[in-house]
């Protein structure tokens, strides 16, 4: 057997979902080019996309935004739950709190049994999950700064409910549209760390809400979900566009990670990040007085030239993390949300790969080699004095 280091490149399933040409710099979702949907499509849209297959006709759509809508509301159960939860507590911890207890609502063990038996139940707690991530990622924003939560609305898109729920003004059309692209483009990415501990949970029958929540703990990871707001100090270090090249040699020279900068299945730039330099570059124009970009997008754009120049030949471009993260700050997010509205966006993919993994069941269980030691005799306690202590 070959030992594979974090399984890179060892197929794990078969999927219809998603998939990546990292030589090309391609992501489709069921076929469907990612740049097709970021422009025309909607995050409702595309979520009945990862999980049924097909676009929707406009009385399907209706129907499932409508559900969607509806299952905002969270029970007053769960608020104290994360009332009780220290204010201190990152928004990521709290998501994977609450999510977790959300299976005190939807119990599955009986629905489970038989993998897909109950595609009403399904149906049911899929629609709950993905509404209410957004709903409790607003809330605890409120709430870690000592305040009630604003209450969901049912006549927005579920942008601009998230937007109207975090600031409590009527949201921007232009600001929703482009929170509604960020959401599309983090929906789904393949078989990544926090997707494949879906499929490995969900392999086990678990109820939905715990796996989720265990995606939620993959995703907060720094290696994973974390980087965009890594990007935002680290323009935040550098300050002005002059100051790029000099902080980049020397992180180089360094040794140390550009954050935002290189991805692990993108030979060229992440598609995504191409998507929302474009978008974000005209809105934010767009909202300047004086038509120009602000500072940290005007930084970014010398950092990815800077980076270009001396990273290129070696397959290192801008991901999505890299722009992400500026146009949340943009929008007036804390930094302390920008994994959570990650986590809130990748509930869709992750949905779509719990339901698929159920479709064909069979619980991960995977080998390894062992490099311990040879066979060892049982000592008697008096014996060990020579034997190595523990740290």
């Given at each position: 057997?070959?030992?594979?280091?974090?399984?890179?490149?060892?197929?794990?399933?078969?999927?219809?979902?998603?998939?990546?040409?990292?030589?090309?710099?391609?992501?489709?979702?069921?076929?469907?080019?990612?740049?097709?949907?970021?422009?025309?499509?909607?995050?409702?849209?595309t979520?009945?996309?990862?999980?049924?297959?097909?676009?929707?006709?406009?009385?399907?759509?209706?129907?499932?935004?409508?559900?969607?809508?509806?299952?905002?509301?969270?029970?007053?159960?769960?608020?104290?739950?994360?009332?009780?939860?220290?204010?201190?507590?990152?928004?990521?911890?709290?998501?994977?709190?609450?999510?977790a207890?959300?299976?005190?609502?939807?119990?599955?063990?009986?629905?489970?049994?038989?993998?897909?038996?109950?595609?009403?139940?399904?149906?049911?707690?899929?629609?709950?999950?993905?509404?209410?991530?957004?709903?409790?990622?607003a809330?605890?924003?409120?709430?870690?700064n000592?305040?009630?939560?604003?209450?969901?609305?049912?006549?927005?898109?579920?942008?601009?409910?998230?937007?109207?729920?975090?600031?409590?003004?009527?949201?921007?059309?232009?600001?929703?549209?482009l929170?509604?692209?960020?959401?599309?483009?983090?929906?789904?990415?393949?078989?990544?760390?926090?997707?494949?501990?879906?499929?490995?949970?969900?392999?086990?029958?678990?109820?939905?809400?715990?796996?989720?929540?265990?995606?939620?703990?993959?995703?907060?990871?720094?290696?994973?979900?974390?980087?965009?707001?890594?990007?935002?100090?680290?323009?935040?270090?550098?300050?002005?566009?002059?100051?790029?090249?000099p902080?980049?040699?020397?992180r180089?020279?360094?040794?140390?990670?550009?954050?935002?900068?290189?991805?692990?299945?993108?030979?060229?730039?992440?598609?995504?990040?191409?998507?929302?330099?474009?978008?974000?570059?005209?809105?934010?124009?767009?909202?300047?007085?004086?038509?120009?970009?602000?500072?940290?997008?005007?930084?970014?754009?010398?950092?990815?030239r800077?980076?270009?120049?001396l990273?290129?030949?070696?397959?290192?471009?801008?991901?999505?993390?890299?722009?992400?993260?500026?146009?949340?700050?943009?929008?007036?997010?804390?930094?302390?949300?920008?994994?959570?509205?990650?986590?809130?966006?990748?509930?869709?993919?992750?949905?779509a790969?719990?339901?698929?993994?159920?479709?064909?069941?069979?619980?991960?269980?995977?080998?390894?080699?062992?490099?311990?030691?040879?066979?060892?005799?049982?000592?008697?306690?008096?014996?060990?004095?020579?034997?190595?202590?523990?740290?």
């Amino acid at each position: 057997m070959e030992y594979i280091p974090g399984l890179a490149g060892v197929p794990a399933t078969e999927s219809e979902i998603s998939y990546i040409d990292g030589n090309k710099g391609i992501l489709t979702y069921r076929g469907y080019d990612i740049m097709e949907l970021a422009e025309y499509s909607s995050f409702e849209e595309t979520t009945l996309l990862l999980l049924f297959g097909n676009l929707p006709t406009a009385d399907e759509l209706a129907d499932f935004e409508n559900k969607l809508r509806n299952a905002r509301r969270v029970k007053y159960n769960l608020r104290e739950i994360m009332k009780n939860l220290p204010a201190t507590t990152h928004p990521m911890h709290m998501l994977q709190v609450a999510v977790a207890s959300l299976a005190s609502f939807y119990p599955s063990t009986e629905y489970m049994k038989g993998g897909t038996e109950n595609q009403e139940y399904i149906n049911e707690v899929t629609v709950n999950i993905i509404s209410h991530m957004g709903t409790l990622v607003a809330m605890w924003e409120h709430m870690r700064n000592g305040f009630d939560p604003i209450e969901p609305r049912k006549d927005l898109t579920y942008a601009e409910n998230f937007l109207y729920m975090v600031t409590g003004e009527e949201p921007d059309k232009d600001w929703a549209r482009l929170l509604d692209a960020c959401l599309i483009l983090h929906a789904e990415h393949t078989i990544n760390a926090s997707t494949f501990t879906t499929m490995v949970t969900g392999s086990t029958l678990a109820n939905p809400c715990s796996v989720i929540s265990s995606a939620i703990a993959s995703l907060s990871g720094p290696l994973h979900g974390g980087a965009n707001q890594k990007v935002i100090e680290m323009l935040d270090e550098i300050g002005t566009p002059e100051n790029a090249r000099p902080y980049i040699e020397k992180r180089l020279s360094e040794k140390k990670v550009i954050w935002g900068m290189g991805h692990r299945e993108y030979k060229t730039k992440d598609p995504r990040a191409t998507i929302l330099q474009k978008l974000s570059s005209e809105l934010l124009q767009k909202k300047s007085d004086a038509g120009s970009l602000s500072k940290a997008f005007a930084t970014a754009m010398e950092v990815e030239r800077v980076c270009e120049e001396l990273l290129g030949h070696k397959g290192v471009y801008p991901n999505v993390d890299f722009y992400s993260g500026i146009l949340y700050k943009e929008m007036g997010f804390d930094a302390g949300l920008f994994t959570p509205i990650f986590a809130v966006a990748r509930s869709a993919g992750w949905m779509a790969h719990w339901r698929e993994q159920l479709q064909n069941n069979k619980i991960f269980r995977p080998t390894q080699i062992y490099t311990g030691a040879g066979n060892s005799c049982y000592l008697p306690m008096e014996k060990r004095s020579q034997q190595k202590s523990m740290p």
